[in-house]
């Protein structure tokens, strides 16, 4: 049950600091496997309405993007183009 309940909770936390939901984040995770920085796995489990419940995770190149976006985040922050407040949700301590 806890295990449900962390998924739960980090779909809704991904789509509140995306601002997308989850029909919409299904395609952008379409596209990511499609370019290789993710990779879906599919364990053969049913969610809500029989959908396929799938998993994702960072490919080695995908890791290599991340990083180079975060640096790109340090860079802006240093510049102050975004104060360091941008990057977080209000309910984030930083």
Same mark, same amino acid.
């Given at each position: ?20 939901? +989850? ?9 990511? !496997?499609?370019? &290789?920085?993710?990779?879906?796995? %599919?364990? #053969?489990?049913?969610? +809500? ?9 960072? !490919?080695?190149? &995908?890791?290599?993007?991340?990083? %180079?976006? #975060? ?24």
């Amino acid at each position: 049950m806890r295990a449900e309940d962390f998924d739960s909770r980090r779909l809704v936390r991904i789509e509140r600091a995306t601002g997308i939901d +989850r029909k919409e984040l299904r395609i952008h995770l379409e596209k990511l !496997t499609d370019l &290789g920085l993710i990779e879906c796995i %599919d364990e #053969g489990k049913k969610g +809500r309405g029989g959908h396929p419940q799938l998993h994702f995770n960072i !490919t080695p190149v &995908g890791r290599t993007w991340r990083s %180079d976006i #975060g640096r790109l985040i340090q860079l802006c922050q240093r510049g102050e183009y975004y104060p360091e407040s941008f990057f977080y949700l209000p309910s984030d301590p930083f």
